[in-house]
């Protein structure tokens, strides 16, 4: 049975939502599902804007021939061929082979290795080409990388609509709704369209930005993306924060803390500097990511202006869920955060300086202060160190000069560090006849700590 909505008089929702699988592309947690977008114009030729995701096409067929009755398909415009967009776009040409396919030259390529198919009589279209199709006129604008290299959107001059493809998308399936404007939408959906962006398309700020400035030259007065909701007023509410994420510029002048934790410690370090902060009055988020998805944890690195890592030494390294969060940051670009980090080792503290490395591979992250360091746990005296902490972060958020710390700051501590494992032995002097506790290697393998 067909479930469709109408748009215009002739410019059908044609889509539909997946509820029942729990992950989106195989990795994104989607427990609201998701909504596949496809439309269709009935004008005095058919037009197809794209195809859906195969686990929502049998919905979407009967949708099609049900909106079509009978009238042959004229037309089907590929703007993005990737699977949750194209991967019924084989069955369907098999189904009306009367229609012509309407993409750019990438995008043939693409359908040729998707679909072993060759569209016959295909229509190639670049930046700036039209195409009638009776009433409604169409321009369509070159979009690569976003977030594929093929990704064309098109504009209809007619309805002043734009077909944006990836763009002003978001998580969840529709639930009956389809304009924004039917909804609380930045109650009920801003979190999970910015999760949407910054986990599929924030690698690509820059090209996001390139067709903003491209669409800013069109009179839009309705967008209708391939996920989520459809605009047709109220625009700034997501234009202006899509320039913000395009921008790597933070929504919220706040904290937000992600934090690993294998026996808890690392975590009381958190939980300490989160309740100073708030008592600051910054607000704050806090994330434990051995358990919360880092597709959130990602979005909300992309929210706040400023950024605490709090991990334990692992192997020498960074315990892993943190390691994987940093590199996930790393590989989809953010940049412009002020950072704080919580180390913690309890014979040899690594995870800082790894952390460190990692964000010094990041574009304008700037570190604030020198990470505070546990020995396996917060010694006697040292939530003084997350005192000062805290005090530097919110005079950063509020851009105030951090109050004078009136605490001395304790000596470093001497010692002597294993250069087989990385044991410190703190002490002023080594026995010659010292062994390392670890190891087992004798004193001519300890070097002074530097």
Request: glycine share 6%; aromatic share 10%; proline share 6%.
């Amino acid at each position: 049975m067909y479930c469709t909505r109408k748009i215009t008089d002739d410019l059908i929702w044609i889509g539909a939502n997946d509820r029942q699988h729990p992950v989106f592309e195989a990795a994104h947690p989607v427990p609201r599902g998701m909504s596949y977008n496809s439309y269709l114009l009935l004008d005095e030729k058919t037009v197809l804007f794209d195809t859906v995701d195969r686990s929502v096409q049998t919905q979407f067929m009967e949708n099609l021939e049900h909106t079509l009755n009978g009238r042959a398909l004229d037309y089907i415009f590929v703007h993005h061929m990737e699977p949750d967009h194209a991967a019924t776009l084989g069955d369907l040409m098999l189904r009306h082979p009367e229609a012509k396919i309407v993409c750019n030259g990438k995008a043939i390529n693409m359908i040729r290795q998707f679909h072993a198919a060759d569209p016959k009589g295909a229509i190639l279209v670049n930046e700036g080409d039209t195409l009638s199709t009776g009433k409604h006129n169409f321009t369509f604008v070159a979009a690569p990388m976003v977030h594929w290299p093929e990704v064309v959107v098109s504009y209809d001059s007619t309805d002043k609509i734009l077909f944006s493809a990836d763009g002003f998308g978001s998580f969840g399936a529709l639930n009956g709704i389809l304009f924004a404007d039917e909804i609380d939408w930045e109650r009920d959906w801003l979190d999970e369209a910015r999760r949407y962006y910054t986990n599929i398309v924030g690698k690509y700020g820059p090209q996001v930005m390139a067709l903003l400035k491209k669409a800013s030259a069109l009179d839009i007065q309705m967008i209708c993306p391939l996920h989520g909701p459809v605009w047709r007023r109220d625009f700034s509410k997501i234009i202006d924060r899509y320039v913000k994420w395009a921008s790597y510029e933070p929504e919220v002048q706040g904290v937000v803390i992600p934090f690993a934790s294998i026996y808890g410690h690392t975590e009381t370090a958190a939980n300490i500097l989160a309740c100073r902060l708030a008592e600051l009055g910054v607000p704050v988020e806090m994330y434990d990511v051995s358990v919360s998805h880092y597709s959130h944890v990602l979005s909300d690195c992309f929210k706040y202006s400023h950024i605490v890592f709090a991990a334990p030494t692992f192997n020498n390294g960074i315990f892993d869920p943190m390691e994987h969060l940093l590199r996930d940051l790393a590989h989809h670009n953010l940049q412009n955060r002020k950072v704080a980090l919580i180390q913690n080792g309890s014979w040899a503290p690594a995870s800082g300086k790894l952390m460190a490395d990692i964000l010094g591979g990041m574009k304008n992250m700037e570190v604030l202060e020198a990470p505070v360091t546990l020995k396996s746990a917060l010694a006697p005296g040292q939530e003084g160190e997350l005192e000062a902490l805290a005090r530097a972060l919110a005079a950063s958020v509020k851009g105030e000069e951090p109050a004078p710390v009136q605490e001395e700051v304790p000596a470093k501590p001497k010692g002597f560090v294993c250069k087989i494992c990385g044991f410190i032995y703190e002490s002023d002097t080594l026995p010659d006849d010292y062994v390392c506790p670890i190891c087992r290697r004798p004193a001519s393998d300890f070097a002074p700590v530097q």
